[in-house]
């Protein structure tokens, strides 16, 4: 081409509204992918959740909000299947603990240290513990009882400390 030679312009067609609209759409998704696939997303979701609510269940619901079907022609919704719910078995609440007895806490270190007791010193009356009482009750020429009482007291060399709260006078 020689240079005196024009080029001719390229004129573009007039683009019609439809298309207007297709480029400010792509406009928009370019500009905001994330709204456009979480809003994409969540409308799928919606027209699955809708589908199989409306059409794709066997049997319909007997307190439905709102029929989509006459029932008539639906088979009867009783099935041989075995129900699928969790059964709960909640347990019985626990037995409250046992509070600590000071008195048989102390007897029971007294015995740990005489080596007759070899359980955890912790104030409560076991199995143990009266087993341990009963041979020291044997061992010092007691009755053997196995269980805590005044004479064994005093031949330990305990006191209650129960006696030993002062109790308020009336006024």
């Known amino acids: 081409m020689a240079r005196s030679a024009k080029r001719r312009k390229v004129v573009e067609p007039e683009r019609?509204?439809?298309?207007?609209?297709?480029?400010?759409?792509?406009?928009?998704?370019?500009?905001?992918?994330?709204?456009?696939?979480?809003s994409?997303?969540?409308?799928?979701?919606?027209?699955?959740?809708?589908?199989?609510?409306?059409?794709?269940?066997?049997?319909p619901h007997t307190g439905a909000f709102f029929a989509t079907r006459s029932i008539e022609n639906f088979p009867h919704t009783v099935s041989n299947e075995p129900e699928t719910t969790i059964n709960i078995v909640r347990q019985p609440p626990a037995q409250p603990v046992a509070k600590p007895d000071p008195i048989v806490q102390q007897v029971q270190g007294i015995l740990k240290d005489l080596n007759f007791y070899d359980g955890t010193v912790d104030g409560l009356t076991g199995p143990a513990t009266r087993k341990a009482i009963q041979a020291y009750q044997l061992k010092v020429g007691l009755p053997g009882s196995g269980e805590i009482d005044g004479a064994l007291l005093d031949q330990l060399g305990t006191r209650q400390t129960t006696a030993a709260i002062p109790h308020p006078a009336p006024r």
């Not at 019609?16 to 905001?32: D, F, R, T, W």
């Not at 994409?40 to 049997?59: D, G, I, K, R």
Request: aromatic share 14%.
């Open 16 to 38: 019609g509204v439809l298309a207007e609209g297709a480029a400010a759409v792509g406009q928009l998704i370019a500009s905001n992918p994330v709204l456009v696939g979480g």
């Open 40 to 59: 994409t997303a969540f409308l799928v979701t919606l027209f699955y959740v809708s589908a199989n609510a409306l059409w794709y269940q066997p049997f």
